[in-house]
């Protein structure tokens, strides 16, 4: 279902797939190439949030925000996921932001104000606390997470490859 909240409807690109069983609800972009999976609750009610483009959101995860009360939104946290991230399933994000190229691993949990660096793997069940920043290419590991240690060349290049390949796999199913 897409949603409008308040008067603001969800802005989507065009070609991004999005199953029917998803929500996405509000204050809420979606740029090219993107895709969001069965079971996903995208909430952009009370802030807002804004996907890059080629970055799936897999089954049965949930992205949502943290209540502004300034008028400049300040005092709340948006969440931001940019361009080539893989969200895998079961992911919950709050507030927070994944910067480009990232791998957000299965039931990982991501927190208000966290920010995850470019070319970086957050690994299962990974628990990410509040205003938690990690450097780029960091493999993050734990609960609470904690960075392991620095990505290889390769890894970082599968990254790439994981966006790629969901990319062509949404085309099978529009």
Not at 22 to 43: K, L
Request: glycine share 8%; charged share 20%.
């Amino acid at each position: 279902m897409i949603m409008e909240f308040q008067g603001v409807s969800p802005r989507i690109a065009s070609d991004v797939f999005v199953a029917p069983s998803a929500d996405i609800i509000g204050d809420v972009t979606i740029a090219e190439e993107s895709s969001v999976w069965f079971g996903c609750v995208i909430r952009g009610d009370v802030n807002s949030i804004k996907i890059g483009k080629r970055t799936s959101i897999q089954d049965l995860s949930m992205i949502h925000v943290t209540h502004f009360k300034k008028a400049d939104r300040s005092d709340g946290f948006a969440t931001t996921i940019g361009n080539d991230v893989t969200i895998a399933h079961r992911v919950m994000l709050h507030g927070c932001t994944i910067e480009d190229a990232c791998l957000i691993g299965m039931s990982a949990t991501i927190l208000d104000g966290a920010v995850i660096g470019t070319e970086s793997i957050v690994g299962a069940n990974s628990l990410v606390t509040k205003n938690k920043i990690f450097p780029p290419r960091s493999l993050i590991m734990g609960n609470p997470a904690k960075v392991v240690r620095a990505l290889s060349d390769e890894e970082v290049s599968s990254l790439y490859a994981s966006s790629a390949n969901y990319v062509r796999f949404k085309a099978m199913y529009q």
